[in-house]
């Protein structure tokens, strides 16, 4: 079976990535935290697509981010390409075109927001994805949506129209896709790292990630009253 992953992702740059994780890791660990989340993404989509099947859609310069050296290695064997749109709708639209035409088969689409997941759950996605002959969608925790897999570029062309980062967002996409005609299968659902609780259980449910490694980091610092730095070794 064909298929590729798309990698919705931001630099790491501090200030600008995993602001809401700021108050617990200061900006440049949370900066830290974006890179590790986005680190343990491409490892996961490495292992389950093969070179020429994985895109990366990049909001922003690397050069200017926390661990650029080893994101760089990590992206050996993947096509960058910018994110293209003012709002975010359009960017996932956009990401979604450059992927499709990139590569055959399933298109399946993730954000940096789930270093949990594991290279078998996005082979298992773009396989329901192939058996349904149309697009498949994962719930998140928070009501939003982990994943989406388009069996053609077509089908994104709804996100346009939805509000994003709501807690109806999820709902909003499935109906959106059902009234184009494109009814989604649905894929387990997973918890996107956007606050400091849900950083903590998915280090606790993930503890071998880099995320979590970085996270414990960042969090010892901050429990000893030390200032955040997160100068963290992790293997890429």
């Known amino acids: 079976m064909s298929g590729s992953v798309l990698v919705m992702a931001k630099a790491p740059v501090p200030g600008r990535a995993k602001t809401r994780l700021a108050g617990v890791a200061g900006p440049q660990g949370a900066a830290e ?8 993404t491409l490892a996961a989509g490495a292992e389950a697509f093969p070179t020429g099947h994985r895109v990366l859609a990049l ?4 050069n200017d981010g926390c661990r650029s050296a080893a994101i760089r290695r990590a992206l050996r064997g993947w096509v960058v390409v910018p994110q293209g749109g003012a709002t975010f709708g359009e ?10 035409r990139r590569a055959r088969g399933p298109v399946v689409q993730i ?15 773009a ?18 949506w ?20 709501r807690p109806d967002t999820g709902r909003l996409t499935a ?4 009234a184009a005609g494109h009814r989604a299968a649905v894929a387990v659902a997973l918890r996107d790292v956007d606050l400091p609780q849900d950083a903590e259980v998915v280090a606790a449910m993930a503890p071998q990630t880099r995320f979590a490694t970085t996270w414990r980091a960042v969090t010892a610092d901050a429990l000893d009253g030390a200032p955040v730095v997160a100068t963290v070794t992790v293997s890429p």
């Open 111 to 125: 954000g940096m927001d789930t270093p949990q997941v594991s290279a078998a759950l996005l082979r298992d996605v």
């Open 59 to 62: 909001d922003g310069d690397l």
């Open 91 to 100: 960017r996932l639209v956009d990401g979604h075109r450059q992927a499709h």
């Open 175 to 178: 109906a959106a896709l059902a």
């Open 33 to 40: 935290l974006a890179a590790a989340a986005l680190l343990d």
């Open 146 to 165: 982990w994943v989406l897999a388009t069996t053609h570029a077509g089908q994104a062309d709804v996100l346009e129209g939805v509000p994003m980062s």
């Open 127 to 144: 396989e329901l994805a192939h058996r349904h002959g149309g697009p498949v969608l994962g719930p998140a925790v928070d009501g939003g």
